[in-house]
């Protein structure tokens, strides 16, 4: 995937800043994000995987973001914690391609599986006597694993396309990761045909998804205007709105970042953007899809129920 083509062994990542007071304060802040990411995506598939009530199509889905959100983070937040205390910000060139790829694996996955679960919701409110009959186990894995495969297919002719490009030994990354309009800023070669890639890549995998979520959305609107019951419109539009929250957080970012053309591109600006997509939305997610869900407080309840119950018995055997 990785052709060496140039003299570039290794590239040095800037940073998002080089003053020390900012990094030190930046390090505390992107650490309890980090954090907070790390606990709420592995306590919402926790939660999912332990509760059997939370064992619907809409919560498998969820279960998945929560993994793929897990992993953008993952794959960025190690590297940019360990470089503020680092003199040279160094990453190997297969370092820099492996970070690239994960990262923008996740992200086109993530597209997928928020068109999933567009999918979900539409079935649920227009077709509610068909939906476990349509949202099978095997259609839920199937969705999945698709958004998967498409997703590694989708990045692998990136990271491709990217590193096809000659770097001539230019290797500062004006970045605190290795992204792709960063990187292709590099190149001592002509840019064109790799910009084009990137711009027909992202733009194939947001209009495809963005046509199905609204689609499915302009489905659902119509079904939900013709109930009589308010109290049913309300409970219809309740189950959407954590999804349409998060869908627009994330494609605003991601049109932000990838769908407008290099000449418009301001790296400290980016800079910004990145960590919004790469650690503040992966933290986000399970915040949304927990403080307005009741099923998901409902089963956290119980939960620590059967912790506290399960701490007193075993203290009670103790003492006795």
């Given at each position: 995937?990785?052709?060496?083509n140039?003299a570039?062994?290794?590239?040095?990542?800037?940073?998002?800043?080089?003053?020390?007071?900012?990094?030190?304060?930046?390090?505390?802040?992107?650490?309890?994000?980090?954090?907070t990411?790390?606990?709420?995506?592995?306590?919402?598939?926790?939660?999912?995987?332990?509760d059997?009530?939370l064992?619907?199509?809409?919560?498998?889905?969820?279960?998945?973001?929560?993994?793929?959100?897990?992993?953008?983070?993952?794959?960025?937040?190690?590297?940019?914690?360990?470089?503020?205390?680092?003199?040279?910000?160094?990453?190997?060139?297969p370092?820099?391609?492996?970070?690239?790829?994960?990262?923008?694996?996740?992200?086109?996955?993530?597209c997928?599986?928020?068109?999933?679960?567009?999918?979900?919701?539409?079935?649920?409110?227009?077709?509610?006597?068909?939906?476990?009959?349509?949202?099978s186990?095997?259609?839920?894995?199937?969705?999945?694993?698709?958004?998967?495969?498409i997703?590694?297919?989708?990045?692998?002719?990136?990271?491709?396309?990217?590193?096809?490009?000659?770097?001539?030994?230019?290797?500062?990354?004006?970045?605190?990761?290795?992204?792709?309009?960063?990187?292709?800023?590099?190149?001592?070669?002509?840019?064109?045909?790799?910009?084009?890639?990137?711009?027909?890549?992202?733009?194939?995998?947001?209009?495809?998804?963005?046509?199905?979520?609204?689609?499915?959305?302009?489905?659902?609107?119509?079904?939900?205007?013709?109930?009589?019951?308010?109290?049913?419109?309300?409970?219809?539009?309740?189950?959407?709105?954590s999804?349409?929250?998060?869908?627009?957080?994330?494609?605003?970012?991601?049109?932000?970042?990838?769908?407008?053309?290099?000449?418009?591109?301001?790296?400290?600006?980016?800079?910004?953007?990145?960590?919004?997509?790469?650690?503040?939305?992966?933290?986000?997610?399970?915040?949304?899809?927990?403080?307005?869900?009741?099923?998901?407080?409902?089963?956290?309840?119980?939960?620590?129920?059967?912790?506290?119950v399960?701490?007193?018995?075993?203290?009670?055997?103790?003492?006795?």
């Amino acid at each position: 995937m990785v052709r060496r083509n140039n003299a570039t062994a290794e590239f040095i990542l800037l940073g998002i800043t080089d003053i020390w007071e900012l990094q030190v304060i930046l390090f505390v802040l992107f650490l309890l994000i980090c954090v907070t990411s790390l606990v709420g995506n592995l306590g919402m598939i926790a939660l999912i995987r332990l509760d059997s009530r939370l064992h619907t199509p809409m919560y498998f889905f969820l279960c998945h973001l929560s993994l793929v959100d897990l992993g953008n983070s993952s794959a960025v937040a190690p590297k940019m914690l360990v470089s503020f205390f680092e003199e040279r910000k160094a990453i190997s060139v297969p370092g820099c391609a492996a970070q690239m790829y994960f990262c923008g694996f996740c992200i086109i996955a993530e597209c997928y599986l928020l068109a999933a679960m567009a999918y979900d919701r539409y079935v649920a409110i227009c077709n509610p006597l068909l939906y476990m009959a349509t949202m099978s186990q095997k259609v839920c894995v199937q969705l999945a694993v698709g958004s998967y495969l498409i997703a590694s297919v989708g990045q692998m002719v990136l990271v491709s396309s990217v590193f096809s490009a000659r770097f001539c030994g230019l290797n500062v990354i004006n970045h605190f990761f290795c992204d792709i309009p960063p990187l292709l800023k590099l190149s001592c070669s002509s840019t064109t045909v790799n910009e084009r890639v990137l711009f027909t890549v992202a733009t194939l995998v947001a209009l495809s998804t963005l046509a199905f979520i609204a689609i499915s959305y302009g489905y659902i609107l119509t079904t939900v205007l013709r109930m009589r019951s308010s109290k049913g419109r309300l409970k219809a539009f309740s189950t959407c709105a954590s999804h349409l929250t998060s869908v627009s957080i994330f494609y605003g970012t991601m049109i932000f970042m990838y769908l407008r053309p290099s000449s418009t591109y301001s790296l400290n600006q980016d800079k910004v953007v990145s960590v919004v997509y790469t650690m503040v939305i992966p933290m986000l997610n399970p915040l949304i899809y927990s403080l307005r869900n009741t099923e998901v407080k409902a089963a956290l309840k119980r939960l620590l129920k059967k912790v506290l119950v399960s701490f007193r018995d075993q203290t009670g055997k103790e003492v006795s």
